[in-house]
């Protein structure tokens, strides 16, 4: 039983599914791009590098390439930070709200197209069990030695 769940994960990084959503931007540009979408009011001064970091249990080096890769497209600027000049804070453009926007659509009708394929009871069964696999994963991560993602998805 336990190879055959290996093999199904593994099946599931192979058909790279969280990586067809839009083309010229990697996994982790989309992510941080929802992170800030979520996270940063339009009218707000923005969201500190560490603030992202910590929320997307990367290291601040890591958020700070894919702030560089999404600077220069032009999906979200720095700002310096009215109350401590030595810190930056980050936040959408309007091209970057624009392409949060169309993300969100892309996976909404990938996700669309595989309650079309389960139906919906096995989509609730899949959800359900998702939810309890990371709650394991999530529970069990200090014991399986694993620290942040390194993002080295790029």
């Given at each position: 039983?336990?190879?055959?769940l290996?093999?199904?994960?593994?099946?599931?990084?192979?058909?790279?599914?969280?990586q067809?959503?839009l083309?010229?931007?990697?996994p982790?540009e989309?992510?941080?791009?929802?992170?800030?979408?979520h996270?940063?009011?339009?009218?707000?001064?923005?969201?500190?590098?560490s603030?992202?970091s910590?929320?997307?249990?990367v290291?601040?080096p890591?958020?700070t390439?894919w702030?560089?890769g999404l600077?220069?497209?032009g999906?979200?600027?720095?700002?310096?930070?009215?109350?401590?000049?030595?810190?930056?804070?980050?936040?959408l453009t309007?091209a970057?709200?624009?392409l949060?926007?169309?993300a969100q659509?892309?996976m909404?009708?990938?996700?669309?197209g595989?309650?079309?394929?389960?139906g919906?009871?096995d989509?609730v069964?899949?959800?359900?069990?998702?939810?309890k696999v990371?709650?394991y994963l999530?529970?069990?991560?200090v014991s399986?030695n694993?620290g942040p993602e390194?993002?080295?998805?790029?």
């Amino acid at each position: 039983m336990t190879k055959n769940l290996i093999k199904a994960f593994m099946r599931f990084n192979k058909a790279d599914f969280h990586q067809r959503t839009l083309p010229g931007y990697t996994p982790s540009e989309i992510r941080l791009i929802f992170r800030l979408k979520h996270m940063v009011n339009p009218d707000s001064p923005g969201i500190k590098v560490s603030e992202i970091s910590n929320t997307l249990r990367v290291t601040s080096p890591t958020v700070t390439q894919w702030i560089n890769g999404l600077e220069a497209k032009g999906m979200v600027e720095r700002i310096i930070d009215e109350q401590d000049r030595r810190a930056v804070r980050v936040k959408l453009t309007e091209a970057g709200t624009k392409l949060a926007t169309e993300a969100q659509a892309a996976m909404f009708r990938r996700f669309q197209g595989l309650v079309n394929y389960l139906g919906d009871e096995d989509s609730v069964k899949l959800a359900e069990l998702l939810t309890k696999v990371f709650t394991y994963l999530n529970e069990n991560e200090v014991s399986m030695n694993h620290g942040p993602e390194s993002g080295d998805d790029q």
